[in-house]
C-alpha cells in the first residue's frame, strides 16, 4: 500500500516518460513518510482522447489509494509531496492534480501467488 494511479495526456511523451512520471510519483509518495518503498505500488495509464471543459490541456492526475486511518494533516502531507514532485517535472500549460482516496479496511482483501 499504497496503490498509485497516474492518469495523463499521451501527448506529454514528447516531454516526459512514463518512467519519468512514475519515478516522480514514486519519490513523492517516498518522500511523504507515511510508506516504506517496496510498499509503494505505481500505475500509470495514458490517455488519447480527453478535453479540460471545451479545450485540449494536458493533464496528470493521479490518484493515491491507501488504506484508511491517516489523518487528514496526513493524507494533504501525501498529496502535497507527489505534487511538488510532479512540479519539477520541466512542463508548462499543463494541469497537475493529485487525490487521495481511502480504502477501507475491512472491504480490501489482497492474495499474492
Known amino acids: 500500500m499504497p ?3 497516474i492518469e495523463y ?3 506529454l511523451t514528447t516531454e ?3 518512467e519519468q512520471l512514475i519515478e516522480s510519483v514514486y519519490l513523492g509518495t517516498l518522500n511523504s513518510g507515511l510508506f516504506s518503498g517496496d510498499d509503494i505500488k505505481t500505475r500509470i495509464i ?3 482522447h480527453f478535453t479540460s471543459g471545451t479545450i485540449k490541456q494536458n493533464f496528470i492526475h493521479v490518484t493515491l489509494k491507501i488504506l484508511n486511518g491517516r489523518s487528514i494533516e496526513q493524507q494533504k ?3 502535497q509531496a ?4 510532479l512540479n519539477r517535472l520541466p512542463l508548462t500549460d499543463i494541469s497537475l ?3 487521495v482516496v481511502e480504502i477501507q479496511k475491512a472491504c480490501y482483501s489482497k492474495t499474492v501467488k
Open 3 to 5: 496503490h498509485c494511479l
Open 77 to 79: 502531507g501525501l498529496s
Open 46 to 48: 495514458p490517455f488519447d
Open 9 to 11: 495526456a499521451k501527448t
Open 97 to 99: 492534480t493529485v487525490e
Open 82 to 85: 507527489v505534487l511538488d514532485e
Open 16 to 18: 516526459v516518460s512514463p
